[in-house]
């Protein structure tokens, strides 16, 4: 089974930029979709991005335009561009890797990693 590790985050003004990395170890990558998702204090984990093992991307609607998810297979790392940041983008962003995307990733995924913190300062 892969495992993710997640980086990148940190401390940004409104309208400021960040990306993210979702590094990969072990399995094969190549052959798996990649979510993010993020969980604000006292919020549930929502589905972000995802991009499918052949290149396909998914986003919801509230960060389509500004944030853009790519792959470099033989780097085994996916990364999050964000761009136009917004203090509702505030939260610990994670990576999962699945056969699936969206949403009801979250209700299977079990193998949780730390996630990396996302600040946007108003």
């Known amino acids: 089974q892969v495992q993710l590790v997640e980086s990148g985050g940190g401390l940004v003004q409104t309208g400021g930029s960040l990306r993210l990395s979702c590094a990969a170890s072990?399995?094969?990558?190549?052959?798996?979709?990649i979510n993010w998702f993020r969980q604000a204090p006292e919020k549930e984990r929502e589905f972000v991005a995802a991009?499918?093992?052949?290149?396909?991307?998914r986003y919801v609607d509230s960060v389509k335009g500004r944030f853009a998810i790519s792959r470099d297979n033989a780097k085994s790392t996916v990364y999050l561009q964000m761009n136009s940041l917004k203090p509702e983008d505030t939260a610990v962003y994670y990576c999962?890797?699945?056969?699936?995307?969206?949403?009801?990733?979250?209700?299977?995924?079990?193998?949780w990693g730390q996630g990396t913190q996302v600040t946007v300062s108003s």
């Open positions: 991009i499918s093992w052949f290149g396909v991307d």
């Open positions: 999962a890797a699945s056969q699936k995307m969206g949403d009801v990733v979250k209700y299977e995924y079990n193998n």
């Open positions: 072990g399995g094969t990558f190549s052959r798996y979709n």
